[in-house]
C-alpha cells in the first residue's frame, strides 16, 4: 500500500500540466515586458515647452509652438549646445557633422498646460508599466530637451557616459517624447540588448506633424537614431526610476531561463 502511495505521488510530482502550472504560476512575471516599448499617443496635449537661454537666462523664454516649424527650430538652436565628446571632455555638437542641439532640463520649463503632468501620469506611465513589465510605482524625470536636423543622427557613446544618467537610486530606463514636428522624415531608432534588435516604427509616417509619440528602454540596452532625412526632430528626453529606490535595481526581463525550465518539462 505504501509503495502505491509513493508511485502516485512520484507521478503526480512529474506531471506535466502540474509542472507548467507550478513554472507559470511562479514565474508569470517574466513573460511580462520587454526591453523596450514604443507607442503614438494619439490625443497627447502640447506640453507648453519653454526654453531659457543657458548663456543668457534673464532673457525671455523662447515659447515653442507645436507642431515644431522650421523657424521655432532655428530659433532654438540659438539657444542649444548638444554635449559631445569622451568623459569630462564637452564639445557643441557644430564642430562635428552630426548636428545635434541639446538643452539642459535647468534651462526647459513645462507650465503652459498643465494638463501634460496629468497625461504622463494616466497614459504614458500605465504604458511603461505594461510594456517594460513593471509592478512598481514609476515616476519620470526630465533631464533634457534635444533637437535634430537633416544629417543629424545618434551612436551609442562609451558605456561609461551613458551610464551616467542610470546611476541614481530607483533608475532603471530611459523615455523619449517625440513631439509633433512638420515635414519630418527619417530618425528610425532601433534599440538591441543581448543581440536581440528591435526596430521602432518609422513615427516620421505616423502623421508626424499631429501626432506625439514614445519611446522607453532599460538602461542596459543601446540605442542607435539613423540619419534624419528632412526636417526636425524635437524630442523630450526622461529618466524612468521606481518610486521606492530601496529595492534592487530592476533589469530587463529575462525570459530564456523560464523557457529552458519549460523545454526541459515537454521533453
Not at 194 to 221: A, R, W
Request: net charge negative; hydrophobic share 35%.
Amino acid at each position: 500500500m505504501d509503495d502505491e502511495s509513493e508511485d502516485d505521488e512520484e507521478v503526480k510530482e512529474v506531471h506535466p500540466r502540474l509542472a507548467l502550472h507550478r513554472v507559470f504560476s511562479q514565474q508569470l512575471s517574466t513573460l511580462l515586458g520587454d526591453f523596450c516599448v514604443s507607442r503614438t499617443l494619439p490625443g497627447a496635449p502640447d506640453p507648453g515647452l519653454q526654453i531659457s537661454s543657458p548663456s543668457s537666462p534673464s532673457s525671455p523664454p523662447l515659447c515653442v509652438g507645436l507642431p515644431l516649424s522650421k523657424e521655432s527650430a532655428e530659433l532654438m538652436k540659438t539657444m542649444c549646445l548638444a554635449p559631445f565628446g569622451i568623459k569630462s571632455e564637452t564639445k557643441p555638437h557644430t564642430m562635428v557633422d552630426r548636428p545635434t542641439w541639446q538643452i539642459d532640463a535647468r534651462n526647459v520649463t513645462i507650465s503652459n498646460n498643465p494638463a501634460w503632468a496629468d497625461y504622463i501620469d494616466k497614459s504614458v506611465i500605465p504604458i511603461l508599466r505594461n510594456g517594460l513589465g513593471v509592478r512598481d510605482v514609476l515616476r519620470v524625470h526630465l533631464c533634457r530637451v534635444v533637437l535634430q536636423e537633416p544629417g543629424s543622427l545618434f551612436k551609442p557613446p562609451p558605456r561609461d557616459i551613458s551610464e551616467k544618467e542610470s546611476a541614481a537610486a530607483g533608475t532603471f530606463a530611459t523615455l523619449i517624447i517625440q513631439l509633433p514636428s512638420c515635414h519630418y522624415q527619417g530618425g528610425i531608432i532601433q534599440v538591441s540588448h543581448k543581440g536581440h534588435v528591435t526596430v521602432c516604427p518609422d513615427f516620421s509616417k505616423l502623421s508626424q506633424s499631429t501626432n506625439t509619440h514614445m519611446i522607453s528602454f532599460y538602461s542596459e540596452c543601446v540605442h542607435e537614431v539613423q540619419p534624419i532625412t528632412e526636417g526636425y526632430r524635437l524630442c523630450l528626453v526622461y529618466i524612468v526610476s521606481r518610486s521606492d529606490t530601496a529595492g534592487p535595481r530592476l533589469a530587463v526581463p529575462y525570459k530564456l531561463g523560464l523557457i529552458n525550465e519549460v523545454c526541459a518539462i515537454v521533453k
